[in-house]
């Protein structure tokens, strides 16, 4: 038996689905060869079954080393921590604690991997269960006659998320407000479910996280990996109404930096990335009534640092402390977010209390017209602004079935659809703000309007001459992927 490393895992995804019938019958083979037993639920039992097998041959395709983290306790099912007990907006597929029957049932037939998990306390990190499909049952998986393309989700999973002051998901009526984002993000799914999105010179798909995104996990490795299956986006509101938070989450590309996202292509075509400059800030100011960009050209972030002389460090300091303090609800909080969010590989410098709040001071007198925001939690609110410039934007591209990504405060397009893009967010701002000026960053990507100045003013042939150039570029991991993504869509 091969050593696992069992820190390299993901949350199991019990909401995968597919009507495949190659899928229906591979899960009921499995059930009456390996696990049947009399007085089951037949029908109950594989509903099971499938979510388990199907969430175990993503993770197969996608790392074949990558373990599942689960919960085993029947209260995490029944309390929201999974699953709300029975029917709910967040348990389309009605899971309930029963599948951890299930899971002892592969595990004793020798299909699944199990490793025990324990609670944390004090001195240690707890760590759930964790569950792999083993050889016997990768063997039945290579057998199998479908491939991760069949596998999807379902069109009545929840996307629009509520959840109160301890981060739970809640549960509420939809109306019309929510049936239309519900309804968007539906789309929006599906677009990015049929556009090949990758990095090119990503080999083994996936990127490992800097050291300032792992310190909860005791500087162990954490990993995102660059998969088909790990696109799909939902919109997230706090404390239990939908006036804070708002933002769309869930793609791989929103978890890895810049030097990563300026080489993704989407459809094999190179992208270009453009940001608000300064959002929240100027998100602040619109909350107030007040047109950043029209009031001053001044640098929000421009604001000096005691003891750093190097301007761009104290730039980036300033911007990181601006920010969490729009979030956060008091200093403390705030000091304990930026110390760890705070790359101390780039930023060699030490932040007491009393520094952070000599920084923070001279934050509030830059700003004095928005100090009453900072450290109040208002960030949630400016979300929920940014929110909805965010929707208007992918409505508009979904529209047209153009794939567009978000992170947040910037989107990623294929070159040709910036200067759309930019227009769209400067339409966007004014209509949810009703305020005019933006300042708007593109990445150093080329851009359609530098390679027009090489003479090239044929849309057509702009974009064949691209498909050309890239066709065969990239590493074999690369072109695997996509040629498999290309034949499920019958491209070839």
């Given at each position: ?14 909401h995968?689905?597919?009507e ?24 109950i ?28 306790t ?22 309930k ?20 998990g324990?609670?944390?306390n ?15 049952l ?10 991760c393309?069949?596998?999807t ?26 049936q ?6 539906l789309?929006?799914?599906k677009?990015l ?44 509101f ?49 909350y ?7 009031a ?6 421009d ?23 729009l ?16 790359d ?11 520094t ?10 830059a ?25 208007y ?18 989107f ?15 339409t ?32 057509q ?8 150039i ?6 074999d ?8 993504h ?6 070839e």
């Open positions: 038996m091969r050593d696992r490393d069992y820190d390299h895992s993901r949350q199991i995804n019990l995968r689905w597919s495949k019938i190659e899928i229906d019958e591979f899960v009921t083979h499995i059930y009456e060869t390996f696990l049947e037993q009399p007085k089951d639920n037949v029908r039992q594989t509903k099971h079954l499938k979510a388990l097998l199907l969430d175990l041959f993503i993770a197969w395709s996608d790392d074949p080393e990558l373990c599942l983290s689960v919960h085993m029947e209260a995490a099912y029944n309390n929201g921590q999974v699953f709300w007990k029975g029917k709910s907006i967040y348990n389309e597929q009605n899971i604690g029963s599948i951890i029957k299930l899971i002892h049932r592969l595990r004793d037939a020798g299909l699944v991997g199990f490793k025990e324990y609670e944390g004090a001195n240690w990190y707890g760590r759930l269960s964790r569950i792999w499909p083993e050889d016997s990768v063997g039945l998986f290579k057998q199998a006659r479908f491939d393309f069949d596998i989700f379902s069109e009545i999973r929840a996307t629009v998320i509520l959840r109160d002051k301890d981060k739970k998901d809640v549960e509420y009526l939809p109306d019309k407000k929510t239309k984002m519900s309804e968007l993000l789309r929006y799914n677009l479910h049929k556009s090949f999105i990758d990095i090119p010179s990503l080999n083994i798909p996936r990127i490992e996280l800097p050291m300032k995104k792992r310190r909860r996990r005791m500087n162990k490795p954490l990993f995102v990996n660059i998969s088909h299956h790990n696109k799909f986006v939902r919109r997230i706090n404390n239990g109404t939908f006036e804070e938070g708002g933002r769309f989450y869930g793609g791989w590309w929103q978890r890895i930096d810049g030097s990563y996202r300026k080489s993704i292509r989407i459809n094999n075509l190179p992208t270009v990335e453009i940001d608000y400059s300064a959002l929240h800030v100027v998100l602040a100011y619109a107030i009534e007040i047109d950043y960009w029209n001053t050209s001044k640098d929000p972030y604001i000096q640092v005691r003891s750093i002389t190097n301007k761009e460090h104290a730039r980036k300091i300033i911007k990181l402390l601006l920010l969490l303090s979030n956060a609800s008091d200093e403390q909080s705030l000091y304990k977010a930026f110390r760890n969010q705070l101390y590989e780039v930023y060699t410098y030490s932040f007491p209390d009393n952070l709040a000599e920084m923070l001071s001279n934050i509030r007198k700003h004095p017209l928005i100090s009453h925001l900072i450290c109040t939690g208002a960030g949630l609110k400016l979300m929920n602004i940014d929110g909805r410039i965010c929707e934007i992918i409505e508009q591209f979904v529209r047209t079935d153009t794939p567009i990504l978000s992170v947040h405060d910037s990623i397009v294929q070159i040709g659809q910036e200067d759309r893009l930019k227009w769209l967010m400067q966007a701002f004014e209509k949810v703000t009703r305020k005019e000026k933006i300042h708007v960053k593109f990445n150093d990507n080329l851009t359609r309007a530098q390679f027009y100045a090489h003479g090239a003013m044929d849309r042939w702009f974009y064949d001459i691209f498909v050309n890239f066709k065969n570029e990239g590493s991991g690369y072109q695997v992927r996509m040629k498999k290309q034949t499920w869509l019958n491209l």
